[in-house]
């Protein structure tokens, strides 16, 4: 496992979309292993593959109930609404409040292959639509909502 350096929010790559992974492959698995590396040595609750270059659709997450790692993300369902500050690793020092459902179903591959059914409601709804904006190429602040006065 390696820590990669986070792109920034000036760098191209982070408004690119990215390409499904194809195949679950060393490749595969060692971008996981070196996202969740560098997620956790950031102090992140999560990370997508373009955040450390690579446009390939996969997040790793943990918002302190176990790393889930997504490949091929898809977002089922969405219900709810919930408004909070919202940082990045890639916007470092930065938030903003952003509207987000409060509860997300999402469905994607595991590091094995098999289809999973992830859940979240709350901080984890957020923090999936979040690192699934990634893989499209969006950043919270094209969602961030007025400040109030």
């Keep these: 496992m390696a820590t990669r350096q986070i792109r920034l929010s000036t760098d191209e790559v982070l408004?690119?979309?990215?390409?499904?992974?194809?195949?679950?492959?060393?490749?595969t698995l060692t971008l996981l292993d070196d996202m969740a590396e560098?997620?956790?040595a950031a102090n992140g609750v999560g990370l997508a593959a373009?955040?450390?270059?690579?446009?390939?659709?996969?997040?790793?997450?943990?918002?302190?109930?176990?790393?889930?790692?997504?490949?091929?993300?898809?977002?089922?369902?969405?219900?709810g609404s919930q408004i909070d500050y919202e940082g990045c690793l890639s916007i470092p020092g930065a938030?903003?409040?952003v509207d987000r459902p409060e509860y997300v179903k999402v469905e994607a591959l595991n590091r094995n292959g098999e289809k999973i059914i992830v859940e979240g409601e709350?901080?984890?709804?957020?923090?999936?639509?979040?690192?699934?904006?990634?893989?499209?190429?969006?950043?919270?602040?094209?969602?961030?909502?007025?400040?109030?006065?």
């Design 15 to 27: 408004r690119k979309i990215c390409k499904p992974v194809k195949e679950i492959n060393q490749n």
């Design 38 to 40: 560098t997620m956790y």
């Design 50 to 79: 373009p955040q450390v270059g690579v446009l390939k659709r996969m997040v790793t997450i943990d918002i302190g109930d176990g790393l889930v790692e997504l490949i091929n993300p898809v977002i089922l369902e969405a219900k």
């Design 95 to 97: 938030s903003a409040r």
């Design 122 to 149: 709350e901080l984890m709804a957020v923090a999936l639509c979040h690192e699934l904006d990634h893989l499209d190429g969006v950043l919270y602040i094209d969602k961030a909502l007025p400040e109030e006065e």
